[in-house]
């Protein structure tokens, strides 16, 4: 047995592929993803970018709903932003700089 506790959304896409592959599987979400607002502190965060080594994205929702917030301060920086399987996303957002981390 397979529980899948990805948000509704983000497991359509798992549940079909363990249909397609009859596996005996459960969906049951234990989480949400809300996108918020950052805060004006967290915002200040970014006028000192170019004192980071890196910007890591830790997961598909946080690229799709933050790199909004980053496009503008990292257009002309050389900053490296690393990503865990949304690499290309990154780099359709202008962000030259993206890595891929493997699983």
Do not use: W
């Amino acid at each position: 047995m397979i529980i899948n506790t990805r948000p509704i959304d983000l497991g359509k896409q798992t549940n079909l592929l363990l249909g397609q592959s009859d596996c005996n599987f459960m969906h049951l979400p234990l989480t949400k993803i809300i996108n918020k607002v950052p805060s004006s502190e967290s915002l200040k965060y970014l006028q000192n970018i170019e004192s980071y080594d890196a910007v890591i994205f830790t997961s598909q929702s946080a690229v799709k709903h933050g790199v909004k917030y980053l496009q503008e301060v990292l257009y002309d920086q050389s900053i490296s932003v690393i990503s865990v399987g949304v690499a290309s996303i990154c780099k359709k957002c202008c962000m030259t700089k993206a890595y891929l981390l493997s699983r």
